[in-house]
């Protein structure tokens, strides 16, 4: 009887959910990668293999804020990024993390920040 590990349960989620979720041109993918110290998104456009944009907790602008508002703000220059790129609206991918916390602020930054999903 194996024993299933706290990153292979997320693993299991991550690839379940990544089943169901796709992203195209027209409407990237929002992937989260969520880390004890910090957070990163990025959109990408699965046909093609491509990131459309990106953002990096250990960016200057956010590096110095705690975790949620790090998590908002990131949302936030997320959409702005992805609006220069002609992206108005994306899936979101959780990444097998549950969808409270620093990746629900996430989410509700790219909203306010105009990224539709």
């Given at each position: 009887m194996s024993?299933?590990?706290?990153?292979s349960r997320r693993r299991r989620?991550?690839?379940?959910?990544?089943?169901?979720?796709?992203?195209?041109?027209?409407?990237?993918?929002?992937?989260?990668?969520?880390?004890?110290?910090?957070?990163?998104?990025q959109l990408i456009d699965d046909v093609r293999g491509h990131t459309v944009a990106a953002v990096n907790w250990i960016e200057p602008e956010l590096r110095d804020l705690p975790p949620m508002d790090q998590a908002r703000r990131a949302g936030e220059?997320?959409?702005?990024?992805?609006?220069?790129?002609?992206?108005?609206?994306?899936?979101?991918d959780r990444g097998g993390y549950r969808f409270h916390g620093r990746v629900r602020a996430l989410a509700e930054g790219a909203r306010e920040g105009g990224l539709a999903f």
């Amino acid at each position: 009887m194996s024993q299933s590990t706290k990153h292979s349960r997320r693993r299991r989620r991550r690839y379940r959910v990544r089943a169901k979720v796709h992203g195209s041109a027209e409407r990237p993918r929002l992937s989260v990668f969520r880390s004890n110290r910090g957070m990163q998104a990025q959109l990408i456009d699965d046909v093609r293999g491509h990131t459309v944009a990106a953002v990096n907790w250990i960016e200057p602008e956010l590096r110095d804020l705690p975790p949620m508002d790090q998590a908002r703000r990131a949302g936030e220059l997320l959409a702005s990024r992805a609006r220069e790129h002609g992206a108005e609206t994306c899936v979101f991918d959780r990444g097998g993390y549950r969808f409270h916390g620093r990746v629900r602020a996430l989410a509700e930054g790219a909203r306010e920040g105009g990224l539709a999903f």
